[in-house]
């Protein structure tokens, strides 16, 4: 199995930890929704063109986009006044 610090996200690697290109895909766009919720359909598309850099994955960004708004809706920013 591969060490974190070897992982490149490349479909061959994925397979070999189980994940399938739409499982890995939504998972990232769910912990990009958690970290970084609300932002703009350009700022997501970017962080996926970096974090997804392998030409393969590049047909995979309307899902990852998909996926991000997805999780954002289901889990709306609440902000409390201070």
Same mark, same amino acid.
């Given at each position: ?20 290109? #739409? %499982? *890995?895909? @939504?998972?990232?766009?769910?912990? /990009? ?11 997501? !598309? ?8 392998? #030409? %393969? *994955?590049? @047909?995979?960004?309307?899902?990852? /986009? ?11 920013? !609440?902000?409390?006044?201070?």
């Amino acid at each position: 199995m591969l060490g974190s610090e070897d992982f490149v996200r490349r479909p061959e690697n994925c397979a070999e930890v189980g994940l399938t290109c #739409p %499982s *890995c895909i @939504s998972e990232a766009a769910r912990q /990009l929704a958690q970290v970084s919720p609300g932002m703009r359909p350009s700022g997501a !598309v970017t962080l996926f063109t970096i974090m997804f850099q392998e #030409p %393969s *994955c590049r @047909s995979m960004q309307q899902a990852f /986009l998909y996926s991000y708004n997805n999780f954002n809706a289901r889990n709306p920013i !609440v902000e409390f006044a201070g």
